[in-house]
Every structure is written in C-alpha cells, then in structure tokens.
C-alpha cells in the first residue's frame, strides 16, 4: 500500500520533487482531496471490464483512483513536463497508458483502430481544463467512439447548460449539441477547496449517458445543428427574427420559412429558447424539405 497522490502534503512533494508549477495557460488546477475523486470514479460505475479515456492526467491524482477500478486507462496529457512525473507516480499500476498529446489534435478514429479494438466498455472520465471545457466534449460527442457515458469535472456555469431545460436562462445550442446524443445531469457540485491552485470559480461533476434511443431522428444532423444554432443567436428576439438572419428575407425564402414553421407547427413569434429538441428536429426536417 501506497500513499495516494491526492493529498495536499503528497501532491506539494511531487510539485516540488520536479521543480514544477502549475500552469494557468493549460488550465492545471490539481486536486487534493480523494474523497472527490472517489466520487467522481463512482459517477462512472466502472468496474474490471470498462476502459477509461481519461483527457489532462497531471500528476495523477484522478488516474490513480480511476486505475484502481477499471480493466485499463488511456490518458491524454499535453504538457511533457508531465510525463516523467505520471512515470513515477502511476508505476505502481499495471494497466495505464499515457499518450502525450494534445486531445484536440488527436485523430479519434486512429485511436480507436489502436487501443479500442477490443474495449467492452469504454466510458471518459477527466477533471477538464477549464479553457477548453466545450471543443472537447464536442470532439468525443462527435466522433464515432463508442463512448457509453461521460463523467466530467468543469465549471459549475458550463455544467448547467450542458444539462438545461428549455426556456431556462442556461438553455442554449450547447444543451441542444449535447442532448441530442447524451442524457446530461450534474452529479454533484465541488467546492474550490479540493483544488491546488484554486480555480476562480464553483465547479460541477457532469454525467453523460448515451441516450439508447435517439430522442429525435432527423434527415439531416447539420441541418438541425444549424437551425438549433441559429435559433439562439439573438436571445432576445423571437424565432422568426433569428430564422430570417440566418436563412435570409428575400420574400422567396420568407414564404418557404413560414412554410416549415406552420408544417412543424410552431409558432413564430416564440423565442428559440422555448424550443424542446423534438421541435428543433421537427423543424429542421421541414426546412430540409423546403430545401433551405
Ligand atoms: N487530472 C488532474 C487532476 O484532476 O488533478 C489534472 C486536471 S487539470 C484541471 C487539467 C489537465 O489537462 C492538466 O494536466 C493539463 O496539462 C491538461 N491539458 C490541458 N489542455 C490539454 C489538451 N489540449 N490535451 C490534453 N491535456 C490537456
């Protein structure tokens, strides 16, 4: 039995064995208390058949406990004066791989050819860099991993979008993006207490789970990201207003708008935070079929 790195004495000594100090730039914001990470590994209910894809390891801390739970963990780490320090602190575990590169330049489907070919269950878990928080989840969510669930550390603000509800003030293209693949709930809060250095801000742990049947089917995923998209672009005016900056007002193009809203029924004069993705999808479909 050895100590675990996520105690404040423990994780100065490894800071201070390597000469280093966290970098702001790269969000490196390192916890301190197991309890967190325990719980964090708890929200993922892996056990001895699931691979994890972890994103930023730092010196470890969440790895290890990860480690402890899962059949193997793949980590992403961007900052090489990491490397040397994940080496020594993670020897004790047989089953982690970290791969020093930047998550957002890696090519997912070569990952996948590579190190999941034979994965049962692979499940992400990562204490995000708060920087990058949103291109990231977008990249796993996009790719075609077979990614069961998502157990994500980021800012509290963030996290309640990922899982607003319409006509919430947090409700946007984000909650849309995400829920289209992902039931999304926040687990539990973190105080900034837990963190070295702490962070400016309150933090949530995120639970992503693929939905098992798609809660909306439509003819074309770009078209009804736009539209989701577009609808939000001025929150203060209605869907109409949006529509029409986004598609354009030539009277040709007008008609055909009116058109797809009275197919999808829904009202005009709403604001497309009102919108349940159903209706978005609904939406979408027609504009599709009006070929806007
Ligand atoms: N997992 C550790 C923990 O919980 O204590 C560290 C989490 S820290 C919030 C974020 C980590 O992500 C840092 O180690 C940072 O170097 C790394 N990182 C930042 N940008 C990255 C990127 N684009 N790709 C991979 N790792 C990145």
Do not use: C
Not at 56 to 66: D, F, N, R, V
Not at 72 to 79: G, K, L, P, R, T
């Amino acid at each position: 039995e050895h100590k675990d790195i996520a105690t404040p004495a423990r994780t100065k000594a490894i800071l201070d064995k390597y000469h280093l100090a966290a970098k702001k730039s790269l969000g490196q914001n390192f916890i301190v208390d197991t309890n967190i990470l325990e719980k964090i590994v708890a929200t993922g209910s892996i056990d001895k058949e699931t691979t994890v894809i972890e994103v930023g390891p730092g010196i470890g801390a969440l790895t290890e406990q990860i480690a402890k739970k899962a059949k193997e963990v793949i980590a992403f780490e961007i900052d090489d004066r990491l490397l040397p320090v994940l080496e020594d602190t993670l020897s004790p575990y047989n089953n982690v791989k970290v791969i020093h590169q930047d998550i957002l330049k890696v090519d997912l489907k070569v990952f996948e050819e590579e190190y999941l070919k034979e994965a049962e269950r692979v499940v992400v878990i990562a204490n995000l860099p708060y920087y990058v928080t949103t291109p990231i989840i977008l990249e796993f969510l996009e790719s075609s991993l077979p990614i069961d669930s998502m157990v994500l550390m980021m800012q509290k603000e963030v996290a309640n979008r990922l899982s607003a509800s319409p006509s919430t003030k947090a409700y946007g293209s984000l909650s849309i993006a995400v829920q289209y693949y992902m039931d999304a709930e926040v687990a539990f809060i973190v105080p900034k207490t837990v963190f070295t250095p702490q962070p400016n801000v309150e933090s949530a742990v995120i639970r992503l789970s693929r939905k098992e049947i798609p809660e909306v089917m439509v003819k074309d995923e770009a078209a009804f990201f736009q539209v989701a998209r577009s609808a939000f672009v001025q929150r203060r005016k209605t869907l109409w207003n949006n529509l029409q900056s986004a598609y354009g007002k030539e009277p040709e193009i007008k008609e055909k708008l009116k058109k797809s809203l009275d197919i999808a029924g829904i009202d005009p004069t709403r604001r497309g935070e009102t919108l349940s993705l159903k209706e978005f999808g609904r939406l979408s479909d027609a504009l599709v079929e009006q070929k806007l």
